[in-house]
């Protein structure tokens, strides 16, 4: 029990997750400093290929095409200029989906989360 105890944060944080909209989403929003809000989906006719939308809290945001490459790491560059909002948007940004992206136990116990996915 208590290795279940103390393996678990780790695992949380730590292990590969499985890449969907939501999982990606909530993992790309992590990655940008000031991001409040994003959602992704598939980008048509471009196999792992995501559009993902981001929003500040401030109104602002921009789009990425976000590429999954396997074991749930991704990279994405911006596609869209930045529009209005308070946010230095990155042209480039990178990361990988962990199990804690689909589980997202936080936004569950505390309701809602900075992800907007759910």
């Known amino acids: ?24 989403a909530h993992s790309v929003v992590g990655k940008i400093d ?23 809290s401030s109104a602002g945001g921009t789009g990425y095409r976000v590429i999954s490459k396997g074991g749930g790491c991704w990279d994405g560059q911006r596609t869209d200029r930045r529009r209005g909002g308070e946010v230095e948007w990155p042209a480039q940004i990178s990361g ?18 900075s992800s907007g996915v759910d």
């Open 1 to 24: 029990m208590l290795v279940l105890i103390v393996i678990s944060p780790f695992a949380y944080f730590l292990a590969p997750g499985f890449v969907n909209r939501k999982s990606l």
């Open 34 to 56: 000031g991001a409040y809000e994003t959602s992704c989906k598939r980008a048509p006719n471009q196999g792992n290929a995501w559009d993902c939308s981001v929003l500040d």
């Open 96 to 113: 990988c989906v962990k199990i804690g992206d689909n589980v997202r136990i936080f936004d569950r116990i505390f309701g809602g989360g």
